[in-house]
């Protein structure tokens, strides 16, 4: 007699995928570009046209290459990879609003090439699957390479990761953290000048682009995370993890906690970043306890790189998890239903 034909109970094995979001990738992709397209336009209108061509620069750079790569695969009569420009151009969108709003055309432009051409199509195929986040990748390649070169008189001036200023500041106490909100403190509206809190908040003009008004990043990515089911435990587990770290930091060293609060969470780098690059499906991690992990460690690298004056460090933290997921993915999956030894086994038979 058979195990089968005794065990009181049947199991029907589920070929995966056997859990569904609902919607196709299309849908997501879209889903998720009209929700970059409202911080788009809000960016727009804060930091100027600046921002707008930025953006426009991407999104036609990565159209232009996801078009000659696959007009090249079908000449060839290979395989297509990607049928749909949906996830191109929401890499796209993704590239022009994580750039700084100093920062050249060119560079933005560069970027988003090698985003699409190394980082999304050059990890679908070699690897099947996408190991890193690609605007992160992109962006950590060139603007890190271009930022270290400090023997190039130009490259700490042209809208790097790191920028001339960036290197005086003092986030470490309180007389200099106060000093170093002048970056943000450069803000009128209507003839009012904005404390640095409500610049942080509402009207940044400084960093990156999808960071211009950090309320409606939160509104947005927190519409986007319960609408189209972005893994929230990253969000909500970097957030918390980065608000606890600003508040007792702001207590050691006695300065303003709302205003340590506003900067640390809501400098662009980090709060567009949390919602719409630290969310990527496959660069990140699967288990529900890993995806906490993957949070509370980007918010600590973050958060010490900012320190350090590394305002753009969320891309390193990132780069660097995204590195890890393979591991993180093998913490807290349960093991399929079976019998533990080749004894309980015979037992049946």
């Known amino acids: 007699m058979t195990v089968e034909e005794r065990s009181p109970m049947q199991f029907e094995g589920i070929r995966p995928p056997h859990i569904h979001m609902g919607f196709s990738k299309d849908e997501l992709m879209l889903k998720t570009f009209l929700m970059l397209s409202i911080i788009a336009i809000g960016s727009s209108i804060i930091m100027g046209i600046n921002a707008l061509i930025h953006i426009l620069t991407a999104l036609g750079t990565v159209f232009v290459i996801h078009t000659l790569i696959i007009s090249f695969q079908k000449w060839k009569k290979k395989p297509v990879s990607y049928d749909s420009y949906t996830s191109t151009l929401v890499a796209g969108m ?107 908040l509402f009207w940044q003009t400084h960093g990156w682009i999808g960071g211009a008004c950090g309320i409606l990043v939160l509104i947005v990515g927190s519409i986007a995370v319960v609408w189209l089911r972005y893994k929230w435990r990253i969000v909500g587990s970097a957030l918390l993890t980065m608000i606890g770290l600003a508040v ?94 080749k004894k309980q086994r015979r037992s049946l038979r």
């Open 94 to 200: 993704i590239v022009g609003l994580a750039m700084p709003i100093a920062g050249p055309f060119y560079i933005t432009a560069a970027v988003a090439l090698v985003t699409v051409l190394v980082f999304k199509f050059g990890q679908n195929w070699l690897f099947i699957r996408k190991y890193i986040n690609p605007a992160a990748g992109a962006k950590t390649v060139l603007l890190g390479l271009l930022s270290i070169m400090l023997f190039w008189e130009e490259s700490l001036s042209i809208g790097q990761l790191f920028h001339p200023h960036h290197l005086d500041l003092n986030l470490w106490t309180a007389e200099g953290f106060e000093a170093s909100m002048w970056i943000f403190q450069r803000v009128t509206i209507f003839g009012r000048d904005l404390s640095a809190t409500a610049s942080l």
């Open 248 to 341: 007792v930091f702001g207590l050691i060293v006695r300065d303003d906690i709302l205003l340590r609060i506003s900067f640390h969470v809501f400098t662009g780098s980090f709060i567009f970043m949390v919602f719409f690059m630290a969310t990527e499906p496959q660069s990140t991690p699967l288990p529900e306890i890993s995806q906490i992990i993957f949070g509370v460690a980007l918010a600590v690298i973050t958060f010490f790189l900012q320190l350090l004056n590394v305002l753009g460090g969320s891309i390193f933290a990132l780069v660097l998890l995204n590195l890890a997921t393979p591991f993180l993915d093998k913490i807290g999956f349960r093991k399929p239903y079976g019998f533990k030894s």
